[in-house]
């Protein structure tokens, strides 16, 4: 196995050939977009939150194959969770997840799930405030 | 044309860093730098290190003159008239910005218009942006066609328009298209514009004279052509430099300072504020010197042959796209994107072979929109460039359609 092969795992490919949780919600709760100007990655994010738990959540966008398998992984560990964990939710956990070496050039693709993930929960927290 | 052959075997044995194994295919980012310029930048590190114009002892002496040695080798680089007419910058960005600020806020007025290309560098449009936003004046940018060639009929119409101010790149660094700078200037000169080339990706890679061009503002970086980072060349009319104000105020741009005001000193000094990038100029001085020694004309041959290869090649791999001109009216440069694998993760996959790319929107995003794409990978060329590296290419781009089928 090439030093590539481990780099795209092959989950990584998978998820980025066949993202999971993909498209939008109709009226959703959080819905949030973040692109990476640098690249061109884009990713958003759609949340359907019952009682402060994340009852489904879609994500949709283009980029790069780590920008998306990293949305796609994100989803799927978001389904079910609280809405006060997902915040919890740092950047060693979704680097973890990808499981391979992510150099500082590819970082941010890496994370944009992340801040989608970030900026729209905190967001909805502050629409509850008001 | 040169008689001499081209011999990158012995050009590449300048280049320690292409020791290191990596094919380098991103000169147009930045490009490598030979012993001749790193060896002279060090000279003046180790033997005569001290401030430029101040000091009266020896190495001073030494450092100022060959500080202002360079500007006599740019001169006759680009056939200037004057080294009045060689302002020292840190590169391209600051040239073109010295321009806007200088002679921009007082000559551009409200409803003024300025005409730019959508094949232009962010370095060529962001400062008119501000000053237009200031000034109330209007940008318009000619398009491109689907070879990726600016539409001269739509420069001629802009034309009439009557513009204040036409910029333009003479080589674009997204596409690599050459365009009919000449021609382009002549028109916008009759048509009463002043005219600021972008010649950051024509000077390192193909002759250039400014007066046979007749633009009257001409701006490029070192750092692109073997010189270090950190030193670049604005180029102006001598009338239009001595009418514009000064860009930065400080040390060594002033004849005598009084607390009721100041004068200036002469060009091209005035535009050279506080204590220069001296190691850097010289350095440049270096890079000017080795490629005149090269010839300007068999550096555009080199690269013409190693384009015309890897056009070649990469034409050759399915689900490739080529954006703009053949070989013949383009600078080293190939922008290209493979179907279904975003230019950034071949680029990671490029790297693994020690193959460097660019990836990304190449300081064009107005151009990426206009071609609908997000990003595109580049390769681009240069005087140490060899076929070997575009199979290497090849072979990265091969692998990443293998790992992403």
């Known amino acids: 196995m090439s ?26 709760e959080i819905s949030h977009e973040e692109d990476n100007p640098l690249c061109g990655d884009v990713v958003g994010m759609d949340f359907r939150v019952k009682d402060g738990v994340i009852d489904d959540v879609r994500f949709h966008g283009r980029g790069c194959a780590i920008s998306q398998a990293s949305a796609s992984l994100l989803t799927e560990r978001l389904k079910g969770m609280s809405l006060e964990d997902a915040k919890k939710i740092n950047k060693d956990d979704v680097l973890g997840e990808l499981g391979i070496e992510i150099s500082p050039a590819r970082i941010k693709c890496a994370l944009l799930s992340l801040k989608v993930l970030k900026v729209g929960a905190y967001g909805l927290a502050d629409d509850d405030e008001e | 044309m040169s008689t001499l052959t081209f011999d990158v075997a012995a050009i590449r044995k300048d280049f320690p860093i292409l020791e290191t194994g ?17 060896g002279a930048m060090m000279e003046y590190f180790e033997k005569f290190n001290s401030n430029i114009h101040r000091a009266a002892y020896r190495i001073a002496e030494e450092a100022t003159v060959r500080y202002e040695a360079t500007r006599e080798k740019v001169r006759a680089f680009i056939n200037a008239a004057s080294t009045k007419e060689i302002v020292y910058t840190r590169g391209t960005t600051e040239a073109i910005n010295l321009v806007a600020y200088g002679w921009g806020r007082k000559n551009i007025r409200s409803g003024d218009l300025i005409i730019l290309t959508i094949l232009d560098h962010h370095s060529n449009i962001v400062p008119w942006q501000i000053l237009a936003a200031e000034k109330g004046a209007h940008i318009e940018y000619v398009d491109i066609d689907e070879k990726g060639e600016l539409r001269q009929d739509q420069f001629a119409e802009l034309l009439k328009r009557g513009p204040k101010l036409v910029a333009f790149n003479l080589v674009s660094n997204a596409m690599g298209t050459i365009n009919p700078a000449r ?23 193909q002759p250039v004279d400014v007066r046979a061009l007749g633009c009257d503002f001409y701006a490029f970086s070192g750092h692109k052509m073997l010189g270090p980072t950190g030193a670049g060349i604005l180029y102006g009319r001598r009338e239009l430099l001595e009418a514009m104000d000064p860009f930065q105020a400080g040390g060594d741009m002033i004849k005598t300072v009084r607390i009721e005001g100041t004068t200036y000193h002469d060009l091209p000094w005035k535009f050279e504020a506080g204590t220069q990038a001296i190691a850097e100029v010289i350095g440049l001085g270096a890079a000017v010197d080795y490629l005149s020694g ?11 042959e190693i384009t015309d290869y890897a056009y070649e090649a990469l034409s050759d791999i399915d689900g490739l796209k080529l954006y703009g001109p053949p070989p013949s009216r383009r600078a080293g440069v190939i922008s290209f994107s493979l ?19 660019r990836a990304g929107h ?44």
């Open chain 1, 3 to 28: 030093a590539d092969d481990q780099f795209y795992r092959e989950y990584i490919l998978d998820h980025y050939k066949n993202p999971r949780n993909y498209g939008r919600l109709e009226h959703p």
């Open chain 2, 183 to 205: 021609e382009m200037v002549a028109a916008a000169k009759r048509a009463g514009a002043t005219v600021l080339v972008d010649g950051a990706q024509s000077t390192p890679h």
């Open chain 2, 294 to 304: 090269l010839g300007m004309d068999a550096v555009r041959a080199h690269e013409l």
């Open chain 2, 339 to 357: 179907e279904g694998i975003h230019p950034h993760d071949l680029a990671t996959i490029a790297d693994r072979d020690q193959v460097c790319l």
């Open chain 2, 22 to 38: 990596i094919a380098y295919l991103d000169s147009a980012n930045t490009s490598q730098r030979p012993r001749q310029v790193t």
């Open chain 2, 362 to 405: 190449h300081c064009a995003m107005p151009l990426m929109t206009r071609l609908n794409v997000a990003a595109t990978a580049r390769a681009s060329f240069y005087v140490y460039t060899q076929k070997d590296e575009i199979d290497r290419l090849v072979s990265s781009i091969r692998e990443a359609q293998r790992i992403f089928a």
